[in-house]
């Protein structure tokens, strides 16, 4: 099965950040092969082309499983106990994937739930990164991207995610940050919880 997006100029400006950076559809190609490279995770391009007017599309592989965004609102977080050891599991695998994803230096353009896909296999979940076209890759990682993909990913509201969730997500996220402090990585979850809740 295959993903077709389009991509369009949308102002004056896009024309001369393509001219200095790529376009839309090139960027987005070349951060997947490079997430991919690093073992994570992103749709693979299968082709694509020019349209009139500046457009650009891109055929891509399908991602199997749902928005991570699609999963929390469908496991509530009280219910029975396999529904409950489902959404721990889902919320621990995320922490660790993202915080692998942020540990090799890649910071996601728009990391908000809808962006991340799930997929339950056997007994394991296993995720792929969609929309990936403003990625970058810095190291060391600047904690201002850290904190802007932390805040993006808390996004929702209280009612589906719960300052449990938030925190059992954020343990599994820091064990693979090795290099930040424990200061650092307090901080960060409590300034990303803040500017969700606030953002609202």
């Given at each position: 099965?295959?993903?077709?997006?389009?991509?369009?100029?949308?102002?004056?400006?896009?024309?001369?950040?393509?001219?200095?950076?790529?376009?839309?559809?090139?960027?987005?190609?070349?951060?997947?092969?490079?997430?991919?490279?690093?073992?994570?995770?992103?749709?693979?391009?299968?082709?694509?082309?020019?349209?009139?007017?500046?457009?650009?599309?891109?055929?891509?592989?399908?991602?199997?499983?749902?928005?991570?965004?699609?999963?929390?609102?469908?496991?509530?977080?009280?219910?029975?106990?396999?529904?409950?050891?489902?959404?721990?599991?889902?919320?621990?695998?995320?922490?660790?994937?993202?915080?692998?994803?942020?540990?090799?230096?890649?910071?996601?353009?728009?990391?908000?739930?809808?962006?991340?896909?799930?997929?339950?296999?056997?007994?394991?979940?296993?995720?792929t990164l969609l929309n990936n076209e403003?990625?970058?890759?810095?190291?060391?990682?600047?904690?201002?991207?850290?904190?802007?993909?932390?805040?993006?990913?808390?996004?929702?509201?209280?009612?589906?995610?719960?300052?449990?969730?938030?925190?059992?997500?954020?343990?599994?996220?820091?064990?693979?940050?090795?290099?930040?402090?424990?200061?650092?990585?307090?901080?960060?979850?409590?300034?990303?919880?803040?500017?969700?809740?606030?953002?609202?």
């Amino acid at each position: 099965m295959l993903y077709h997006k389009e991509y369009r100029r949308k102002s004056p400006l896009q024309i001369l950040e393509d001219l200095y950076r790529g376009s839309r559809a090139t960027r987005a190609r070349h951060n997947a092969e490079a997430l991919l490279l690093a073992g994570i995770d992103a749709p693979a391009t299968v082709g694509g082309g020019k349209l009139p007017g500046g457009r650009e599309y891109l055929f891509t592989s399908a991602a199997p499983g749902e928005g991570v965004d699609h999963w929390l609102r469908r496991v509530p977080g009280a219910g029975a106990a396999e529904t409950l050891r489902q959404r721990r599991q889902l919320l621990c695998a995320l922490g660790t994937f993202i915080g692998r994803v942020h540990a090799t230096g890649f910071i996601h353009g728009d990391l908000r739930p809808d962006n991340i896909i799930a997929a339950l296999q056997g007994e394991q979940f296993h995720f792929t990164l969609l929309n990936n076209e403003r990625n970058t890759r810095k190291s060391p990682t600047p904690g201002r991207l850290l904190l802007r993909n932390l805040t993006q990913l808390n996004q929702l509201p209280p009612a589906v995610l719960s300052r449990t969730d938030r925190m059992r997500f954020f343990s599994s996220w820091r064990r693979q940050m090795r290099d930040l402090s424990t200061i650092e990585a307090n901080v960060l979850a409590r300034e990303a919880y803040q500017l969700a809740m606030r953002q609202l």
